[in-house]
């Protein structure tokens, strides 16, 4: 008899499955760190933002989890200041002489402005690429650190030009650029040693929204459109972006719907019109107040323009209207970032990422006069 040995069919490598990421944070644990923040602004006329900035980034760093773990972000609103109060200094000479070449030369002021406009529109893409650097270079995942390379001035002037195609084109050029310009900042990021990277194509994101470069002129009409249009927009442009990013052998997918950011839209444009109403009753009743205190009828106070006069009534209008704005800050920060994020997230599978659990540490910190210049020109994002 022949006996042959029953050898075991070799055996194939599992492939993990997509890895989803995970939010950990209360609601009403940012809830009261936005508030919070609001009230020291009202204090501060504005300056304590960037520790509320800096707040609210640690708290969505930290309690978005990849692996089970959060990244941990180690930039300090002191940096943030400095660099708002030097970007500052450099900004408010151009705008000073600008205003005095205007004074001399009214009839060619108009002119003027053109070049202004398109100074501050390159110089506010270079802010862009720089505060992007800034805030990936402090952010640390599993002990190693994010960090970029590259030129901001040859970003500025690729997102300039293809600016100007996307105005000749009258808007069908925006998924070409928006793909260029991740293609460049993301070959440009790195996480240690490990390269990023991004494979979303123009064409990919015009496919998905073409209906939306159809519907946009007529939304800018009908009102009532303009939060379904815009919400169906972002979350389609969001989930092209993110199933285009890698990192190395990581990839990332996303399965956000078309239709779920537009309620979050609805719910800002909701609380915007209850404190403008609360805005408009607040200002009703100081102007009676003021009226009252001296002494002549409220029809006499507003018909011989005393009240435009006023300096109570002045004051107590622009403390309303800080109010009022700060309030609106809340809103939009509850509701277009924390809940926002917590959605984009939701949408998140990633798979590779044993790809980068052995990586050694590159890069090094970034200033913060980036991120400066992008507050100063209002610019800057999370």
Do not use: C
């Not at 940012?30 to 602004?41: C, H, I, N, P, S």
């Not at 969505?60 to 200094?89: C, H, K, M, Q, S």
């Not at 202004?116 to 640390?140: M, S």
């Amino acid at each position: 008899m022949n006996w042959l040995p029953q050898v075991p069919p070799p055996s194939v490598p599992s492939v993990p499955p997509p890895m989803p990421v995970a939010f950990s944070g209360r609601r009403g644990e940012f809830f009261d760190l936005v508030r919070r923040g609001a009230g020291l602004e009202f204090v501060t006329l504005g300056f304590y933002r960037f520790w509320l900035l800096t707040d609210m980034r640690r708290h969505l760093w930290a309690n978005t989890l990849v692996d089970g773990d959060g990244a941990e972000y180690t930039g300090r609103a002191r940096e943030l200041l400095i660099g708002f109060l030097v970007a500052l200094a450099i900004l408010l000479p151009i705008y000073l002489g600008y205003f005095l070449v205007g004074l001399e030369a009214e009839h060619i002021q108009a002119f003027a402005s053109i070049p202004l406009v398109a100074f501050f529109y390159v110089f506010g893409q270079f802010a862009i690429y720089r505060a992007r650097r800034y805030r990936l270079t402090r952010t640390v995942w599993r002990g190693v650190r994010f960090w970029m390379s590259g030129s901001g001035w040859m970003y500025a002037l690729q997102a300039s030009l293809w600016g100007l195609l996307v105005v000749s084109t009258l808007g069908l050029a925006l998924p070409w650029r928006t793909a260029a310009l991740e293609r460049y900042k993301m070959r440009h990021s790195f996480y240690g040693e490990v390269q990023g990277g991004f494979e979303g194509r123009g064409w990919e994101f015009f496919k998905r929204g073409w209906w939306l470069w159809l519907l946009a002129p007529v939304a800018m009409y009908v009102f009532p459109l303009a939060p379904f249009v815009y919400g169906a927009f972002k979350a389609v442009e969001w989930r092209w972006w993110l199933s285009g990013v890698r990192l190395g052998g990581v990839r990332v997918e996303s399965s956000l719907p078309r239709g779920a950011l537009i309620g979050l839209y609805w719910k800002v444009i909701g609380w915007v019109v209850v404190l403008a109403l609360v805005f408009a009753a607040y200002l009703a009743l100081s102007a009676a107040l003021v009226a009252s205190m001296t002494g002549a009828p409220m029809a006499d106070f507003f018909r011989s323009q005393e009240f435009a006069k006023s300096i109570p009534l002045l004051a107590l209008a622009a403390v309303g209207y800080l109010a009022f704005a700060l309030a609106v800050n809340v809103v939009i920060r509850i509701y277009l970032l924390r809940d926002l994020w917590v959605k984009v997230m939701g949408s998140v599978n990633i798979t590779g990422i044993e790809a980068v659990r052995n990586v050694a540490t590159r890069g090094e910190l970034a200033g913060a006069l980036g991120e400066g210049f992008a507050d100063g020109l209002d610019v800057g994002g999370l």
